[in-house]
């Protein structure tokens, strides 16, 4: 089964040919990056625009390097269910305008759960249950995965996520956008002990999380400082990613000992962050756990994960009709 994927969440535009869920033929990403990076942070209308500009051609690219027509694709997999609502909406247009010309069965997806095809995408032999930390600029959950389509939500996070954490603590630093990869790579220079920043959530009995109140201690921190001279951003970036990383590995291990779960799982764009990285493989090596992570090009937002989500619901027979709806904040396993 040839399955096309279209994935316009956020700020990336991402079309996408996977076989049988798991043989990537394709998988286009425009990257608005240089759209957004001047406004330091992602501004939904001019992401929206620049979809609309794009999309189509974004998916004739896919189709081309998998070498494929409409003609070979049996079924479009689109997020439909979550993301900046005029973005979700022109992926969601496009692939109808495609299913209704080209007779090709399409099915609206969840953003959420895409990432974590992600990681199916390339084990498909990965056992159930695991223990899913996805976490991102947009979304930060736990979930615990039973199951193709069996979700638990565990908990999620009551304001920021930690990838959004990422990006307003670079933003308050002037240091650039996105900042989960600018601050990773700064982070190697400086002290992660050098500044005691907050845990928050740490020393609650659930698995919900809460970064905003650690991005204003950043935020009062670099005010303070400001007024005696120069700011150590390298020791302020190290100190703020490992309170980060603390919580966000301390909390999965919580959610997967409670569960008797021993695979534990990460996707999303924080994913890709080297520090998270290696904390989770040190914890899971010395308990004895599973671990999986996307491989890096599959981190941040792209279609082969809904692509690779879509197969497994075209093959249980799940479709969407021609009235799609998009929507932005769908819920998700509950
Ligand atoms: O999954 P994604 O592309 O979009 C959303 O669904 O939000 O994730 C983007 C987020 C941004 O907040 C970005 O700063 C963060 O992922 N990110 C990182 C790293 N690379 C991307 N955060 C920490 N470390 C990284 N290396
Ligand atoms: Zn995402």
Redesign the pocket.
């Given at each position: 089964m040839n399955i096309l994927g279209i994935e316009t969440?956020?700020d990336?535009t991402s079309a996408a040919v996977v076989r049988n869920g798991h043989e990537i033929l394709s998988n286009v990403i425009w990257d608005q990056q240089r759209v957004h990076e001047k406004y330091r942070g992602v501004v939904p209308e001019l992401a929206a625009r620049k979809h609309t500009e794009v999309i189509t051609h974004v998916i004739e690219e896919a189709l081309d390097q998998a070498n494929m027509t409409y003609d070979d694709i049996d079924g479009i997999g689109v997020n439909a269910m979550r993301?900046l609502l005029r973005s979700v909406v022109v992926g969601v247009s496009a692939a109808k305008v495609i299913a209704f010309s080209h007779h090709i069965p399409v099915i609206g997806l969840h953003?959420i759960e895409g990432?974590i095809y992600s990681i199916i995408l390339d084990h498909p032999d990965i056992e159930f249950p695991f223990i899913c930390l996805t976490v991102?600029?947009?979304?930060n959950m736990l979930i615990n995965v039973k199951g193709h389509g069996q979700y638990e939500l565990l908990g999620m996070t009551l304001d920021d996520?930690?990838?959004?954490a990422?990006?307003k603590v670079a933003k308050l630093l002037n240091i650039g956008f996105?900042?989960?990869?600018i601050?990773?790579q700064l982070a190697r220079t400086g002290n992660p002990k050098a500044f005691s920043f907050p845990r928050p959530m740490l020393n609650k009995p659930n698995d919900d999380f809460s970064f905003s109140g650690l991005k204003t201690a950043v935020l009062t921190t670099v005010q303070r400082l400001k007024t005696k001279g120069e700011i150590p951003i390298p020791d302020i970036v190290a100190s703020f990613q490992q309170a980060v990383v603390d919580v966000l590995v301390t909390k999965t291990m919580n959610a997967a000992t409670r569960k008797h779960v021993s695979t534990v799982a990460v996707a999303?764009?924080?994913s890709?962050?080297?520090l998270?990285r290696q904390a989770f493989e040190e914890i899971t090596a010395k308990n004895n756990m599973t671990l999986y992570f996307p491989q890096l090009s599959l981190?941040?937002?792209n279609a082969a994960m809904i692509a690779s989500l879509a197969y497994y619901k075209l093959k249980n027979g799940e479709t969407s009709g021609l009235d799609l709806d998009a929507n932005s904040n769908t819920p998700f396993g509950i």
């Amino acid at each position: 089964m040839n399955i096309l994927g279209i994935e316009t969440a956020c700020d990336d535009t991402s079309a996408a040919v996977v076989r049988n869920g798991h043989e990537i033929l394709s998988n286009v990403i425009w990257d608005q990056q240089r759209v957004h990076e001047k406004y330091r942070g992602v501004v939904p209308e001019l992401a929206a625009r620049k979809h609309t500009e794009v999309i189509t051609h974004v998916i004739e690219e896919a189709l081309d390097q998998a070498n494929m027509t409409y003609d070979d694709i049996d079924g479009i997999g689109v997020n439909a269910m979550r993301g900046l609502l005029r973005s979700v909406v022109v992926g969601v247009s496009a692939a109808k305008v495609i299913a209704f010309s080209h007779h090709i069965p399409v099915i609206g997806l969840h953003h959420i759960e895409g990432h974590i095809y992600s990681i199916i995408l390339d084990h498909p032999d990965i056992e159930f249950p695991f223990i899913c930390l996805t976490v991102s600029g947009g979304h930060n959950m736990l979930i615990n995965v039973k199951g193709h389509g069996q979700y638990e939500l565990l908990g999620m996070t009551l304001d920021d996520a930690a990838g959004e954490a990422f990006d307003k603590v670079a933003k308050l630093l002037n240091i650039g956008f996105p900042g989960g990869p600018i601050i990773d790579q700064l982070a190697r220079t400086g002290n992660p002990k050098a500044f005691s920043f907050p845990r928050p959530m740490l020393n609650k009995p659930n698995d919900d999380f809460s970064f905003s109140g650690l991005k204003t201690a950043v935020l009062t921190t670099v005010q303070r400082l400001k007024t005696k001279g120069e700011i150590p951003i390298p020791d302020i970036v190290a100190s703020f990613q490992q309170a980060v990383v603390d919580v966000l590995v301390t909390k999965t291990m919580n959610a997967a000992t409670r569960k008797h779960v021993s695979t534990v799982a990460v996707a999303g764009g924080v994913s890709a962050n080297s520090l998270l990285r290696q904390a989770f493989e040190e914890i899971t090596a010395k308990n004895n756990m599973t671990l999986y992570f996307p491989q890096l090009s599959l981190c941040m937002d792209n279609a082969a994960m809904i692509a690779s989500l879509a197969y497994y619901k075209l093959k249980n027979g799940e479709t969407s009709g021609l009235d799609l709806d998009a929507n932005s904040n769908t819920p998700f396993g509950i």
